[in-house]
């Protein structure tokens, strides 16, 4: 029997706009090997970001340290145990250099009569109250050298971060007696100090070293990160160019 033809016509189109096995097979693999050209890319370009963002903090951080020193005439403690310290246990070198005051120096502070009466200073990045005692448990510091009564004494001021710059260090029991602020990488790191309320926040730290005898810069200061970078560590540090 002879079809109408807007019948024929209708099974004619529907079969001219119908794909085979084949060619769904086909699509399949076109984009299956687009996609494999392209999510490698897209991790390579998120790892040059990474390292682009931590190098341009690092460029920023070593900029204020030197103009620091302008000002000031000696570049930010560090450290106190540093000094002494043999740099082959790695352990303990890279706490020491990670717990650093560089925070506090570099933003400056009030030197003032604070919460109970006691003598200690008030941040002026953030109007944090520092206790003399804590610098000296946490940073081994001996005080706050960029400070004064009033602002406009401080030597080197105007140097401020943001918030995601900076990161609170968890307080231990019989340790400290206020949380206290160091410089974060913004991006995960192998080592990490435990942070926030509970401590359960892992801070990937800035380590500085100005005094120990085998730093890179002798003549200087080491300032560096370490990122995790597809499995492995990648240093980005001032004394590398």
């Known amino acids: 029997m002879k079809l109408p033809r807007q019948t024929r016509d209708t099974i004619t189109a529907e079969e001219s706009h119908a794909f085979t096995l084949i060619e769904l097979l086909v699509v399949i693999a076109i984009i299956g090997i687009l996609a494999a050209l392209v999510i490698p890319l897209a991790g390579i370009a998120t790892v040059k970001m990474r390292i682009a963002r931590v190098t341009a903090e690092l460029n920023n951080y070593a900029n204020a340290i030197e103009n620091y020193k302008l000002e000031t005439g000696e570049y930010p403690q560090d ?22 005051v560089l925070f506090y120096e570099l933003t ?3 030197f003032t009569n604070i919460t109970g ?3 200690g200073f008030k941040s002026l990045q953030n109007s944090d109250e520092v ?8 940073f081994n510091a001996n005080g706050i050298r960029n400070s004064a009564r009033a602002k406009n004494d401080i030597d080197y001021k105007g140097f401020s971060l ?12 019989s340790y400290a007696s206020k949380d206290l602020r160091i ?20 801070i990937n730290p800035w380590f500085y070293d100005a005094s120990s005898t085998n730093r890179h810069n002798k003549t200087g200061f080491d300032l560096w990160a370490e990122i995790n970078i597809g499995g492995k560590t990648e240093v980005i540090g001032n004394w590398k160019k």
């Open 79 to 100: 450290n106190g145990l540093l000094r002494n310290m043999n740099t082959s246990d790695t352990n303990a070198y890279k706490s020491n250099a990670a717990h650093n």
């Open 108 to 110: 400056g502070a009030i």
């Open 117 to 119: 009466g006691q003598a």
């Open 131 to 138: 206790v003399p005692n804590d610098l000296t448990v946490v």
């Open 162 to 173: 943001k918030d995601s710059q900076y990161a609170r260090l968890h307080k231990q029991p």
């Open 183 to 202: 410089i974060s990488v913004p991006v995960p790191g192998p080592y990490t100090l435990a942070g926030g309320n509970d401590g359960k926040k892992l």
